[in-house]
């Protein structure tokens, strides 16, 4: 037996039928299912062998697995997950600073009417004005106004994280009822990003079939994009490994081997450094190409083009649908190409397609639109983070890249974008919590003050209204963990 917190990169734990996984890791022996609706909302136990990662707190299954330690605890995805929780809370939405500047005036006010009781009393029944004064002070104390907006924050980001939404933000739950556009990104966003090879063109009689998947897989490695994975998906996939290779993101990867320039990734960039274009036969099987179309070339010259095939995902059509019907237009915003963007946008009936984007064209898209549309940005990638930072709102997927989900406002955690429609479900109950909760405590307080200021309610008695008319607040925002 060893503390999570003592355990080492490198170490290899042995997690036996039932017990609580106690690191992020890779499995290095055995095979099990494992619960982590903890952390994805998904209550279906997903099955896990060798190679596959596991992470801290989630349950293992029947099996026995031997994890490779990857993550100290202090770096695990649910320490993480602490970490994203606590910088929600720091932040605070609009109508939580509203409520703020009225708590402060409301003390000012109730301090100012409580000395003008005691004077009042004082110079009419002195034996009264002590005990009306302190009914007035503790009768209004503004605990429930107080109360009324951080507690209904609270719980319904609590209710969120059960939920697989984790909040870096708290405007989120204000900003999100008021959304009027959804700009989402294509591959890994709207689709599985599950994508595999069905078609490899060679152009050339210099490669073999093989030496290109080699070639194109070295280059591949060096991407987190979901199109990478489609190279990567084999571990002995042999792969050509380059003396340097770029990340130029939203056009591709460039490898140097020896005196040659290797390039894979849309087909303007391969060909840039080519100074002759009369490679028609090629450019007829680039038209052909069906699905995605993703080129291979050596110094300006494409000698091969894979065609890649990636479903949508099932809750993507509930997604648009959902937001169809609210009135919210739906811009389909990628770095994809035209015809394979096509195919998605009119099977999900999207209102807008911007294709061919690269990251800085996606961030002039988000500055061109009209000041009065609040913005909801979803996206996976390194070529999103722009616009996922700019957006009003933002949502980055599980899956996605590190810069994508610490540019966005919240993570989902899985890939199921029906719990983006709860979140939108529980932020319009937050928002009714909250505006009863303020008039609540408005009200109580309007009614108890003029009481307690004529000597109508007893000291004790005060302290019972104000406690109770806390109770009522708290109790009323517990309403959101339901």
Request: charged residues 15%; glycine residues 6%; aromatic residues 6%.
């Amino acid at each position: 037996q060893v503390a999570a917190k003592k355990l080492k990169k490198g170490d290899v734990v042995t997690v036996l039928a039932g017990e609580r996984i106690p690191t992020d890791g890779n499995i290095v022996s055995g095979k099990s299912t494992v619960n982590e609706s903890m952390l994805t909302g998904e209550s279906k136990p997903i099955t896990k062998e060798l190679g596959a990662t596991v992470f801290a707190g989630t349950i293992n299954g029947e099996g026995i697995l031997k994890v490779k330690v990857e993550n100290e605890k202090n770096e695990s995805l649910i320490s993480q997950i602490v970490r994203l929780q606590d910088e929600a809370q720091q932040s605070k939405p609009q109508i939580a600073i509203v409520a703020d500047v009225v708590a402060r005036y409301f003390v000012a006010a109730i301090l100012t009417i409580a000395a003008f009781t005691w004077l009042y009393w004082h110079f009419n029944q002195p034996n009264d004005a002590l005990w009306i004064t302190l009914a007035v002070l503790v009768a209004t104390c503004p605990c429930a106004l107080s109360l009324a907006t951080p507690t209904a924050l609270t719980c319904s980001t609590s209710s969120l994280s059960r939920l697989g939404i984790l909040l870096r933000r708290e405007h989120v739950l204000e900003t999100l009822c008021n959304v009027n556009r959804l700009i989402i990104d294509k591959t890994g966003t709207l689709t599985e990003g599950n994508i595999q090879i069905t078609e490899t063109h060679l152009f050339t009689e210099r490669y073999s079939m093989e030496q290109i998947q080699a070639y194109a897989t070295g280059l591949e490695f060096y991407s987190s994009h979901p199109i990478a994975k489609a190279f990567q998906q084999e571990d002995n996939q042999q792969k050509i490994q380059f003396d340097s290779v770029e990340n130029h993101v939203g056009f591709g990867l460039q490898g140097h081997l020896g005196n040659d320039i290797w390039r894979i990734g849309k087909y303007a960039y391969i060909t840039e450094l080519s100074n002759h274009h009369n490679s028609t036969r090629s450019a007829q099987c680039f038209t052909n190409i069906q699905h995605y179309p993703v080129w291979l070339s050596v110094n300006g010259l494409p000698i091969a083009a894979f065609s890649l095939s990636d479903p949508i995902r099932p809750s993507s059509f509930e997604l648009i649908e959902h937001f169809h019907n609210h009135g919210i237009k739906v811009t389909m915003l990628t770095g994809d190409h035209s015809d394979n963007a096509q195919s998605v946008a009119q099977s999900l009936n999207i209102d807008e397609l911007i294709s061919n984007q690269t990251p800085q064209g996606k961030l002039n898209y988000l500055k061109s639109l009209p000041k009065s549309d609040i913005s909801l940005m979803v996206g996976d990638g390194v070529n999103d983070a722009p616009v996922l930072a700019g957006a009003h709102l933002s949502l980055a997927m599980g899956g996605g890249t590190d810069i994508a989900k610490s540019s966005a406002d919240m993570v989902l955690l899985g890939d199921n974008l029906q719990r983006l429609l709860d979140a939108r479900a529980l932020a319009q109950k937050t928002q009714n919590i909250i505006k009863q909760n303020l008039a609540w405590a408005l009200g109580y307080n309007l009614i108890i003050l003029p009481l307690a200021v004529c000597g109508y309610v007893a000291p004790y008695i005060a302290v019972i209204g104000m406690s109770a008319s806390s109770l009522i607040v708290v109790s009323n925002s517990l309403r959101l963990l339901k």
